[in-house]
T-cell receptor, first 116, second 110 residues
Framework: GAGVSQSPSNKVTEKGKDVELRCDPISGHTALYWYRQSLGQGLEFLIY????????KSGLPSDRFSAERTGGSVSTLTIQRTQQEDSAVYLC??????????????FGPGTRLTVL | GESVGLHLPTLSVQEGDNSIINCAYSNSASDYFIWYKQESGKGPQFIID?????DKRQGQRVTVLLNKTVKHLSLQIAATQPGDSAVYFCAEKGYSTLTFGKGTMLLVSP
């Protein structure tokens, strides 16, 4: 079956520009996560959506970062006024939700963002 | 704060050897742990998980061991193959989100 997909796979932008990154989760998964992975580093949690609940935004590094999830499916991560330190791979994951807990997270291939 | 970390940043083995990747965690309340494999240019791929009520779990060529006394987690890969070359992350799952360690790179020589 189809896994998590992300677009674009690569994005090069200039400092100060806004970017939008898209995530299509696995069909039926109600939980969706965004992570950031800097070169040679582990994954840094950004934001988590579960159903119609208010998202957990505790990992967003600044108010330049925001995310939406429309219709409980597709999600868009927006970075405004990009800075060079925003350069990283942005990973999306989704999981099912059972018994009040989230299940195993499955990751997309990521979007590599380069800010010049 | 709480953290999940790895002892070895790079592990080099010969094809056919057994590999052991280690991970230390500090949150004694953690009850679920996951190992992910990440190949170059790809997202992390789920390998195996274990709950805190277990101390060992086996998959295909992989075994995860959990020692709650010393808060240590390990991933054992039997008969390592070149295709196993990747970065391996342990992750600790809270209520909903994951906390990842920095990863160990496994290099397998033919």
């Amino acid at each position: 079956g189809a896994g998590v997909s992300q677009s674009p796979s690569n994005k090069v932008t200039e400092k100060g520009k806004d970017v939008e990154l898209r995530c299509d989760p696995i069909s039926g998964h109600t939980a969706l996560y965004w992570y950031r992975q800097s070169l040679g580093q582990g994954l840094e949690f950004l934001i988590y959506f579960q159903g119609n609940s208010a998202p957990d935004k505790s990992g967003l590094p600044s108010d330049r970062f925001s995310a939406e999830r429309t219709g409980g499916s597709v999600s868009t991560l927006t970075i405004q006024r990009t800075q060079q330190e925003d350069s990283a791979v942005y990973l999306c994951a989704s999981s099912s939700y059972r018994g009040g807990r989230t299940d195993t997270q499955y990751f997309g291939p990521g979007t590599r963002l380069t800010v010049l | 704060g709480e953290s999940v970390g790895l002892h070895l940043p790079t592990l080099s083995v010969q094809e056919g050897d057994n590999s052991i990747i280690n991970c230390a965690y500090s949150n004694s309340a953690s009850d679920y742990f996951i190992w992910y494999k990440q190949e170059s240019g790809k997202g992390p791929q789920f390998i195996i998980d274990i709950r805190s009520n277990m101390d060992k779990r086996q998959g295909q060529r992989v075994t995860v061991l959990l020692n709650k006394t010393v808060k240590h987690l390990s991933l054992q890969i039997a008969a390592t193959q070149p295709g196993d070359s990747a970065v391996y992350f342990c992750a600790e799952k809270g209520y909903s989100t994951l906390t990842f360690g920095k990863g160990t790179m496994l290099l397998v020589s033919p």
